[in-house]
């Protein structure tokens, strides 16, 4: 299998999930913004939809958008306990939170990286406090997000919220959302992560 990446980027969860699992994996850099691969391949050729994360299969498909990436990545290896089995009862209370940060966190960050004025920067960044409150209290007391138990979301969640810095995002009034990054940065799995996409 490959996966396109970018440095950082969303792409980083199902990097982390593969390192987590054992799962071998080749990478392949994107830029976004020329669109091209380190090996000077067109990327919208792989992935027409022109971003990362896609995950090249060894039998010629490819699949894009993180969370159906990291929910395939989960059922290769169940003995890990990435993502519960489908037919579990904790199934849809995983889904519901892997849709929450990619379609209420994710996609409420990616706009702060784009040139806007900083009268919008500040919209954006009180819509997301609600979001993130919410997240917080869910954390309080807690390891990690899904039954205090390591998971893809926290693959997910952790890479989002190393956004903040980037985009200038205070997540002081959270304190919780900085033990909770740190202990997920000092998994092994994570840092050989970060250390191959040049990070560390």
């Known amino acids: 299998m490959k996966l396109y990446y970018s440095p950082g980027a969303c792409s980083m969860s199902p990097h ?34 022109g971003y990362v994360p896609a995950l090249a299969l060894d039998d010629g498909r490819v699949i894009t958008e993180g969370v159906a990436i990291d ?15 489908a037919d579990s009862p904790q199934y849809l209370e995983f889904l519901e939170w892997m849709l929450f940060i990619t379609t209420e966190l994710h ?11 900083e009268e919008a920067k ?10 993130l ?10 390891d990690y997000l899904f039954h205090n138990r390591f998971t893809a979301a926290d693959a997910y969640l952790f890479t989002v919220l ?22 997920l940065a ?14 560390r």
């Open 71 to 85: 929910l395939y990545l989960g059922g290769l290896k169940p003995e890990a306990e990435l993502v519960p089995a």
């Open 16 to 49: 982390i999930l593969t390192q987590e699992a054992g799962i071998p994996l080749e990478l392949v850099k994107v830029d976004l913004k020329s669109k091209k691969t380190e090996h000077d391949d067109d990327f919208t050729a792989i992935n027409p939809k």
């Open 162 to 183: 190393n956004w903040a810095p980037k985009v200038k995002l205070d997540l002081s009034e959270w304190p919780v959302f900085e033990t909770y990054t740190q202990r």
């Open 133 to 142: 409150a919410y997240v917080a209290k869910a954390l309080d007391g807690k």
């Open 122 to 131: 500040t919209m954006l960044k009180k819509k997301l406090e609600p979001r």
């Open 186 to 199: 000092d998994r092994p799995a994570v840092q050989m992560a970060m250390k191959l996409e040049g990070l």
């Open 107 to 117: 996609k409420g960050f990616s706009p702060l990286f784009a040139p806007l004025p």
